[in-house]
């Protein structure tokens, strides 16, 4: 089994719980859906794993005290690419290569993580993201692939649902949020990416961590996509 990195994302203020507790620390099953994200990416091979947070992060750090689990703080909220940003640069991985995953994902699958990071070590990929053909994709990030629609092509980048060109209608491979990196190669272009979006001074403007894919292609740089073949069963928590 490979071993990894983890970087688990969860520093949103996930306003659609309607709750002044944090999303993550939400009660399922009997346990905070952080602590189910937590114990799958440590059973897939993750002995390292950092939590990003931000809106509430004194009572995610109170809940995670005395764990093995090491914090990084991301305040203001700056988008997705700054908060692995900062968790790379305030908690170093053990591991070349690192996981991201959104702390709203409670149903992983053990054997999906592992395959995601045995298909990223096994390439000659920098970053790869993790998809899967929905027949349903509304709401989610689309994967283009060159001229072609689906999934045949050079993978080119990430178009969320709000930027949708219409002929980007047909397109089923989706982003499911949960990717492979490695670290030393990706941290400059990283780095360059947060640095170039933030640099109006607009305290509003985010950096994405799905515009990594053409910033890396820029560099000739490996990108790649890893099919997840899930459908329904990949459920992330949006509202109670």
Request: glycine share 8%; proline share 5%.
């Amino acid at each position: 089994m490979d071993q990894f990195s983890a970087v688990i994302l969860a520093a949103g203020r996930g306003t659609r719980m309607r709750s002044s507790l944090p999303k993550v620390l939400h009660p399922l099953l009997g346990l905070p859906m952080l602590d189910h994200v937590i114990r799958q990416v440590r059973l897939a091979g993750a002995s390292d794993i950092t939590v990003v947070v931000g809106h509430g992060a004194d009572s995610i750090r109170a809940h995670l005290d005395g764990s093995d689990i090491r914090l990084a703080l991301q305040d203001p909220p700056r988008g997705t690419g700054h908060a692995v940003l900062e968790a790379l640069d305030q908690s170093p991985p053990r591991f070349d290569t690192v996981m991201i995953v959104n702390g709203d994902l409670p149903d992983l699958d053990v054997e999906l993580l592992q395959g995601i990071v045995s298909s990223h070590n096994n390439s000659d990929h920098t970053f790869t993201v993790a998809t899967s053909i929905l027949n349903d994709p509304f709401g989610m990030g689309r994967i283009v692939r060159g001229s072609e629609v689906g999934s045949e092509g050079a993978f080119n980048g990430i178009v969320e649902q709000k930027e949708r060109a219409l002929d980007d209608e047909e397109i089923h491979e989706v982003n499911l949020g949960i990717y492979a990196l490695d670290h030393r190669k990706t941290l400059p272009a990283l780095r360059f990416l947060v640095e170039e979006d933030l640099s109006s001074g607009d305290p509003d403007k985010e950096a994405y961590l799905t515009r990594l894919v053409e910033v890396l292609k820029e560099r000739d740089l490996g990108v790649g996509t890893h099919d997840c073949c899930v459908d329904k069963e990949f459920a992330q928590v949006n509202d109670r």
